[in-house]
């Protein structure tokens, strides 16, 4: 058990020194000559006009915050899909009370207009 | 074949016998699990490079072409042409950018999709760990890829990979949903979340007990990793390349490597959760589960050479408004039928039996919801074109 999650920080280690380790060597191998306009912000050939890091669209915030609540009563879900088999008749009323939990949950997302993209 | 089979535990036997006679047990532990993360390593780049090579062979068959051909035998040179040239070539780092966040995002980006391979059973006994979480772990890994990506796409300081950013985050954290979704009731019918016990539960593949659950579970994945048809984080034709339009070198290359895993790690996932893993006839375990793997990665190919790119709205109405109910009815009636008959004690053949017309009745309701909003669908589709046309003639 604690072997397999060992085996996990050091998987993490190493694939976290792949992109660390191919970056290094390109950085030694590849020409540096910048310039000002290789530099420039790439936008269709044009000088970048106004500014970029402009205010997000409201719609991504309502997206985030419904994937959160889906999310989280998921991850609930798991450990009820486990033991399914084992609790019988209380695990299927127990699945209808969830799932309707989440259906209203998504029908009041869905009448308020909320999953529109506009 | 018994010594096939094998193979690879016999391997990783001989290298502990080695190291066993100087080192401490602790030692031998910690050199053997090094050397299978390693070797773990090895096989995502590798994988990486066969898929670039196999992506463009196969999409230049679809599209009537010969695909790459001349360096090396079938071109299989080709990836190693285009490593070299990723590493020689100029890194460009635009002066508006965030020179932090833009030089961690290809960073960021690679370690999540790799990270995936640990919890996948290639053979019997043959996964780097068999954590008793594995699918929850697996979900937990991928969510953190937008990370990555947001922060190329917010670091470049650039129009174009912000809205390519924005996008990617909205449609990961959307199809999440469904995907997550959609394998509760594998995990209902095997009753354990580790990926070698759901292999070994499928004395019946699951994807026969759970049809409807391997589609969605299918298309989720496919807008998870962002591939066309989903691939409007990236979409060439209106934002350019999204978020890594101002990346170059082999920069670029990560956000690719990172990709290109994804969609071995997901065909992988698909493969262990629906088709039997590495469960198979005759060949060996591992030949089965890279067979199976495969097959999944040409699907997901065919997709992107067959269907053309959907609209952002389309995209999201298609997360939320069908994707979501049908995975919540999909479980309803797989919790139903699981009540009635024990898939546990029941034999392979009754519940194949009694999933498979739980599955067909959900089918006929989805038919006759769709048939009975067509009218309703084809009112609000003309709605958007003609918003559409009117703002294209202002």
Redo the contacts between chains.
């Keep these: 058990m604690l072997r397999d999650y060992a085996f996990i920080l050091i998987f993490s280690a190493i694939a976290l020194s792949v992109p660390i380790l191919g970056l290094s060597i390109a950085w030694l191998l590849r020409p540096k000559k910048p310039g000002k306009i290789k530099n420039a912000t790439y936008e269709c050939g044009l000088e970048t006009f106004g500014e970029t890091w402009v205010q997000f669209k409201v719609q991504y915030y309502i997206y985030a915050l419904i994937f959160v609540i889906f999310d989280i009563e998921t991850v609930f879900l798991y450990p009820w899909a486990v033991a399914y088999n084992k609790l019988g008749l209380f695990a299927l009323v127990e699945m209808f009370i969830f799932i309707a939990i989440l259906v209203v949950g998504l029908l009041y997302a869905w009448r308020t207009d909320a999953l529109e993209w506009v | 074949m018994q010594f096939l089979d094998n193979l690879f535990l016999n391997i990783s036997q001989v290298i502990r016998n080695l190291v066993g006679g100087f080192l401490p047990d602790w030692g031998v ?2 050199v053997m ?2 050397v ?3 070797v ?2 090895v096989i ?2 590798v994988t990486m490079m066969f898929l670039t090579w196999m992506e463009r062979k196969v999409v230049g068959r679809i599209q009537d072409r010969l695909g790459p051909n001349r360096v090396g035998p079938f071109g299989l040179m080709q990836p190693i042409a285009d490593m070299v040239k ?12 965030n020179r932090w966040v833009y030089n961690l995002g ?2 960021v ?3 999540p999709a ?2 995936a391979l ?1 919890v996948i059973p290639f053979g019997r006994g043959l996964s ?5 979480i594995g ?3 697996l979900a937990a890994v991928a969510s953190t890829s937008v990370i990555g990506i947001f922060m190329a796409g ?1 670091g ?5 990979a ?1 809205l390519g950013a ?1 996008r990617a ?2 449609q990961i ?2 199809y ?2 469904p995907q ?2 959609s394998v ?2 594998v ?2 019918i095997a ?3 580790s990926m070698q016990r759901i292999v070994e539960a499928q004395n019946v593949w699951f994807v026969f007990l759970q049809p409807v659950a391997f589609i969605i579970f299918l298309i989720a994945s496919v807008a998870e990793i962002e591939r066309s048809p989903f691939d409007l984080p990236e979409a060439e034709s209106e934002i ?1 390349a999204g978020y890594h ?2 990346y170059s ?3 670029f ?2 956000f690719f ?1 990172a990709e290109y895993i994804s969609t071995f790690a997901v065909s992988a996932i698909g493969a262990t959760m629906f088709l039997g893993g590495w469960r198979g006839p005759v060949l060996p375990g591992w030949i089965w589960f890279l067979a199976k793997t495969y097959l999944l990665v040409f699907v997901v190919l065919w997709l992107r050479g067959t269907l053309p790119r959907i609209r ?2 389309q995209l ?2 298609f997360a ?2 069908v994707l ?2 049908l995975a ?1 009815a999909n ?2 009636v797989a ?2 039928i ?2 009635i008959i ?3 004690e029941t034999p392979g053949f009754w519940t194949f039996i009694g999933f498979l017309l739980g599955n067909l009745l959900l089918i006929a309701a989805v038919v006759m919801v769709g048939v009975l909003r067509a009218p309703e669908m084809e009112a609000s589709e003309a709605a958007v074109v003609g918003a559409k046309g009117a703002l294209a003639g202002q």
Excluded: C, H, Q
Excluded at chain 2, 128 to 132: N, T
Excluded at chain 2, 156 to 160: E, F, I, L, M, V
């Design positions: 532990e910690v699990m090094t299978a993360a390693a773990l390593v995502a780049v990723m590493f020689i070539k100029e890194d460009i780092t635009p002066r508006e950018a290809p960073i980006v690679v370690p790799i990270l640990a780097g760990a068999d954590l008793s699918w929850l772990y917010w470049s300081r650039n129009k174009y912000l924005m985050a909205a954290v959307s999440e949903i997550v979704l509760v009731g995990i209902l009753g354990s979340l350019i339009t101002e070198g082999l920069k290359g990560m490597l952002v709205d999201m109405n939320w408004k979501v109910p919540l479980l309803l919790g139903l699981a009540a024990n898939p546990a």
